[in-house]
């Protein structure tokens, strides 16, 4: 059955968020832009509300909320601004690894920080030399004793700045290319250095920073699953978070949409508004339509993983589809705007430039075709197979590993 309704508790989820997003963001949204501040006093707000850390289990103080619920609130939050919501959202990204795979301990202690206070956490996968090419990574972590000593450097780390910890991926075998990286849980104070905070196009609220680790040494039970099962781990990771960045990416086309719309009913040329001219309805019609069909595939990616499925194909599709369809109608809204679409006194200029990220990050819309064409063409089981955990149990996260009734309708 095909059941595209909310349950009332799903649509009560989602006013909060917009509720949220209409009194608390938007008003500073374009404050936070100009002036690239990281909003601390929303963070604490959102993650008193429970809009940050949803997704983490009951045990360790989360709300246990499903994938779709996720994009629910990304949605919402990211039609806000996008910027400010991938700085309340990135704790999903780094925290998966660690419910898919951590010890009982590892989770307990880290998952429980998030959730206990409004602190942050990073997912450091990128390195200068390796972005796509993941398994082009140098950093190491060499194991002696009972510690492992990690070195290298990690860039483009959302909230890398401000975390309390990071999930760190590198190379505990330099010659076995993918089969030869592994995760960790890295605290902080374990030495963690932050080398500089970059100066961006879009989504100028959120910190993006470059970090490094020289001899850091953390205890070898902070191994995320078995050594040198990281990347599967990372890839596992972005399959159930790319819905959610499809979600973030409709929130900013439907923003863009709204906002030309609007405009496009005020402004008058040729003696009509020029919502009245065909040239502009056809622009809105693509618009609307893109809104739409970007976030029937978030869902549907969202609600496959939710029922256990492996959804590496669907969050492809979405992430790919929506991320473009974003930039496409933030794009068409600036022709709206004519001239004052390129003026930062008008929203939709920020909405262009924070659009573009969608392209980019977890994954640009060129390796989410390469997916797409590898699963096409050799399709993979499709079950979700749960990773061993450090403590040689299955992962304990019944939302990810197994399967559950879907949650739309
Ligand atoms: N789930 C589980 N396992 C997966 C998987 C998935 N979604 N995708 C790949 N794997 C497994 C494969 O089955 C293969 O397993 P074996 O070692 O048993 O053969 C292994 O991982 C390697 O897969 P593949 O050959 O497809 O790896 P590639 O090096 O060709 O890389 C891409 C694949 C390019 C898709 C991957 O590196 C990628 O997603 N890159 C983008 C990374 C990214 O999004 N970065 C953004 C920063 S994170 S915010």
């Known amino acids: 059955m095909v059941e595209f309704t909310l349950t009332d508790e799903q649509r009560n989820l989602r006013e909060m968020a917009h509720d949220f997003a209409e009194k608390e963001i938007r008003p500073v949204a374009w404050d936070y832009d100009r002036d690239s501040t990281f909003p601390e006093d929303i963070i604490k707000k959102a993650w008193e509300l429970g809009l940050m850390n949803a997704h983490i289990p009951e045990e360790y103080g989360g709300a246990h909320a499903s994938t779709l619920e996720g994009c629910l609130i990304e949605e919402e939050l990211s039609w806000g601004c996008s910027g400010i919501q991938t700085t309340l959202g990135c704790n999903g990204l780094a925290s998966a690894p660690v419910i898919l795979a951590g010890s009982e301990a590892i989770k307990k202690e880290y998952l429980g920080r998030l959730t206990e206070a409004p602190l942050l956490a990073s997912f450091c996968l990128t390195e200068p030399d390796a ?32 975390a309390n910890w990071y999930t ?59 050594e040198n099962h990281g990347f599967k781990l990372a890839m596992m990771t972005l399959d159930r978070t790319r819905p959610g960045v499809a979600a973030m990416a409709v929130g900013i086309g439907r923003a863009a949409m709204e906002f030309a719309s609007e405009y496009a009913k005020e402004r008058v040329q040729f003696g009509v508004p020029i919502a009245m001219h065909q040239a502009i309805q056809f622009m809105i019609a693509d618009m ?122």
């Open 131 to 162: 972005g796509s090419d993941v398994s082009g990574m140098r950093t190491t972590a060499v194991k002696r004793g009972d510690r492992y000593v990690i070195n290298g450097s990690k860039v483009f780390i959302t909230n890398g700045g401000y």
């Open 168 to 226: 760190v991926y590198a190379k505990t075998d330099k010659d076995a290319g993918h089969r030869g990286i592994s995760a960790f849980v890295v605290p902080r104070d374990a030495g963690v250095v932050v080398d500089k905070h970059e100066d961006k196009l879009g989504q100028r609220a959120s910190d993006t920073a470059a970090v490094s680790f020289d001899e850091v040494e953390i205890p070898a039970s902070h191994l995320l699953g078995e």
């Open 288 to 409: 609307a339509t893109e809104v739409e069909a970007a976030r029937l595939l978030a869902w549907k990616s969202a609600v496959q993983l939710d029922r256990g499925e492996r959804n590496t194909m669907t969050s492809s599709h979405a992430k790919r589809f929506a991320a473009d369809a974003a930039m496409k109608i933030a794009t068409d809204a600036v022709q709206i705007y004519g001239g004052y679409g390129f003026i930062k006194d008008y929203p939709v200029e920020k909405l262009f430039r924070d659009a573009k990220i969608m392209q980019l990050y977890e994954g640009t819309s060129q390796i989410q075709r390469l997916v797409i064409a590898r699963e096409a063409l050799v399709p993979r089981r499709a079950a979700v197979e749960p990773p061993a955990s450090t403590n040689g149990a299955a992962s304990t996260n019944g939302a990810h590993a197994e399967p559950e009734p879907a949650t739309a309708g």
